[in-house]
């Protein structure tokens, strides 16, 4: 098949894969990072815990030695010591606490229409349902990952990413105005399932887009549109200062999708995976059109492969017997079929089953790891918008340096390094806010540079992760593949909400813990092979000779 592999860069070469067609549907496809940033990140703002404490009461009674009086209305009673605390009133005689009730209500440091936690007065005991929002949401990603992911494979990118890409824009647009919290956390499952399945058809679309050369650039420009996206949620929560329209501003900006069914084709190595070819033909000759090109080198390309690819099927059917003409279309028709697969061949399969309980586990701690280090940042600095911010400016770099390093290190190599890197400085940073570090100069400002130290590589580290399993799995199941792996990581930004739920009550725990996981996931790729170089695999068979070569050999096919 690696004939076949290279004749799609053919294709892609022929066609100007950096012409005017390219460059408008890719640019249309990595928008989707920004509308995944929208609704993954909005919660850190729409859902944000500000300063509260229990409103003040017109009277309190209390009862001491069987007579009640009310401490608040007369005055004969000033000795007592009544204290708003945030979620509990005391009542104190000189040191003594006489009584402690709950609050009858809450005062906030801000308006209550900036988050819906105030709105709905989600503190206290109700705390972890603000947290439970974003959960739901998680879910929903969970959902689509395990049961909607091989839509794409079983009946194409296109009209998978643009009908989910639609619905989700309207479940977004009617979180925005909620008559209560259920209405919202039903939404934001469903926003949740739509946007997941779309997301990932559009990522798989854009990888089958690129040479093979390339294939880390959408990743990288990816990365940049996503923090870009974060300074964008940032900023509109800051100038707007009210959640439901926060919400509904994020939600109108990802209006475009409307256009997707004019602006956007089918992948031609799904098409051809299919036995598509007039269908990839038509593309052909359409991107030809678009850069305004001569189609003929590009067609003799694919038509070259597609006779490859029948005389490997006629093989195929002699190596069978001697058929009947009926008996030949009909076992045709079965090779077709058996280019389907189904769920049992991700447990019969031993390669693929590795692979992707493998790439589950780079998903997730490469997910949590980043997703947590965004909704701790805040508590970098005092102030909730600049910690936010500095965390996500650090990612600029990251992002620049591993499209720099990623081609000539190699996916594995960049997986390796950068979590090592993240997992040591997070642990270290982690130990200056322990108790026994208290009287240590400087420890908040090394504690500070090494947190972004850590959300710097951390960085590096999910990207290379993206896109490292994305080009282990073949065509035929990359979208279910990746869509299996990305449950992982949905669980991952399940749980990342509940890191800054932990840093206000045990500051050191998240970064042992993310620190930690950092260190151990690499020790899961050892077995795997370097993917920089290679065409990407189509059938199972081209991954399971990917996999079973010897990493020598797979060193020296990796050199450019």
Excluded at 368 to 384: A, E, I, K, R
Excluded at 385 to 393: E, I, Q, R
Excluded at 477 to 482: C, E, I, L, S
């Amino acid at each position: 098949m690696e004939q076949d592999d290279s004749r799609f860069d053919e294709v892609f070469r022929s066609l100007q894969w950096k012409g005017w067609y390219q460059v408008t549907r890719c640019s249309v496809l990595l928008l989707f990072s920004v509308i995944l940033a929208f609704n993954q990140l909005s919660v850190i703002f729409i859902g944000n815990v500000p300063g509260y404490h229990c409103r003040e009461l017109q009277s309190l009674n209390v009862t001491v030695n069987n007579v009640t009086l009310d401490v608040l209305s007369n005055a004969s009673h000033r000795s007592y010591n009544v204290t708003y605390n945030q979620c509990s009133i005391d009542v104190r005689n000189a040191t003594d606490v006489i009584l402690s009730t709950d609050c009858k209500g809450y005062d906030y440091d801000e308006d209550v229409s900036k988050s819906f936690v105030s709105e709905w007065d989600l503190v206290c005991e109700k705390e972890v349902m603000s947290d439970n929002v974003q959960l739901f949401y998680m879910l929903g990603e969970i959902f689509a990952s395990l049961f909607l992911c091989q839509l794409s494979d079983n009946y194409g990118r296109k009209p998978t990413l643009v009908w989910f890409s639609a619905l989700a824009l309207v479940t977004s647009i009617l979180c925005a105005f909620p008559p209560n919290l259920i209405f919202l956390i039903v939404f934001k499952f469903l926003t949740g399932v739509f946007l997941s399945n779309a997301c990932q058809s559009a990522y798989t679309l854009l990888t089958e887009m690129m040479p093979t050369d390339y294939r880390a650039l959408p990743e990288t420009i990816k990365a940049f549109f996503y923090m870009t996206a974060m300074l964008i949620t940032c900023l509109i929560a800051f100038l707007i200062q009210d959640w439901h329209w926060v919400q509904m501003t994020l939600a109108l900006l990802s209006a475009y999708v409307v256009i997707l069914h004019w602006f956007s084709d089918e992948s031609i190595i799904w098409l051809c995976a299919t036995k598509k070819y007039t269908q990839a033909e038509e593309i052909i000759r359409k991107i030809a059109r678009v850069n305004e090109i001569d189609p003929h080198e590009a067609l003799e390309a694919l038509k070259k492969m597609i006779v490859s690819r029948e005389s490997q099927d006629k093989d195929t059917i002699v190596l069978n017997g001697t058929l009947s003409a009926d008996e030949e279309s009909s076992e045709r028709e079965r090779l077709i079929a058996d280019d389907t697969i189904h769920w049992m061949d991700f447990v019969k399969n031993k390669n693929l089953l590795n692979l992707v309980l493998i790439s589950s586990v780079l998903r997730f701690v490469a997910t949590v790891g980043n997703q947590g280090l965004v909704f701790t940042s805040s508590s970098l600095t005092d102030n909730f918008y600049l910690g936010y911010s500095l965390g996500t400016l650090v990612e600029y770099p990251a992002t620049l340096l591993f499209y720099l390093v990623v081609n000539r290190l190699g996916r594995k190599k960049c997986v390796y390094i950068f979590h090592y890197i993240a997992g040591t400085v997070l642990i270290i940073s982690s130990l200056l806010l322990m108790p026994f570090a208290e009287n240590l100069a400087g420890k908040f400002w090394l504690s500070f540079v090494l947190s972004l130290c850590g959300r710097w590589s951390i960085s590096i580290c999910y990207p290379a992760v993206v896109l490292y399993t994305l080009e282990l799995f073949p065509t035929c199941v990359r979208n279910t593949g990746t869509g299996i792996s990305d449950t992982a990581s949905s669980v991952g930004t399940l749980i990342s909400p509940y890191f800054r739920t932990l840093v206000r009550h045990v500051p050191w725990a998240p970064n042992v813990i993310l620190g930690a996981m950092c260190v151990l996931a690499p020790l899961t790729i050892r077995g795997l092979p370097e993917t920089k170089g290679r065409e990407l695999p189509h059938t199972l068979e081209d991954m399971n000779k990917m996999m079973s070569k010897p990493q020598q050999e797979i060193k020296e096919n990796s050199t450019n």
